[in-house]
């Protein structure tokens, strides 16, 4: 299983971004998948989960109704909404999948929000 991270870049407060994650391999739509962000210095925070048919999702506590997360289990795609941005979510953006017990990374994509 292999996760393609897209869609950062450098925002202003109040902005919105999409990111995007490709994976590859069988059976994307068999598991839920998300999103952490990681600030260096700072232990890596969860953003969003969404189950394997799209229909729970979950969000961290900083979220406050800013993000959607969604899911195309035929393109095998997950997509993270994220609005009104602030600088403090500044941070590279990671997809994640769990399979069987085992959590698969991709790559990381930056986003810098600037005040």
């Known amino acids: 299983v292999q996760l393609q991270a897209s869609g950062g870049g450098l925002v202003q407060a109040g902005d919105s971004l999409r990111l995007s994650c490709a994976a590859s391999?069988?059976?994307?739509?068999?598991?839920?998948i998300g999103w952490f962000r990681r600030v260096p210095g700072k232990e890596r925070e969860f953003v969003a989960a969404?189950?394997?048919?799209?229909?729970?999702?979950s969000f961290g506590d900083f979220v406050k109704g800013r993000f959607t997360i969604s899911r195309d289990n035929v393109k095998s795609t997950v997509v993270l909404l994220m609005n009104n941005l602030m600088p403090d979510d500044t941070a590279v953006y990671y997809c994640?999948?769990?399979?069987?017990?085992?959590?698969?990374w991709g790559q990381g994509t930056q986003v810098t929000v600037s005040s």
């Open positions: 994640i999948q769990w399979r069987g017990g085992r959590s698969y």
């Open positions: 391999g069988r059976s994307f739509e068999t598991y839920a």
């Open positions: 969404i189950n394997w048919s799209g229909a729970s999702t």
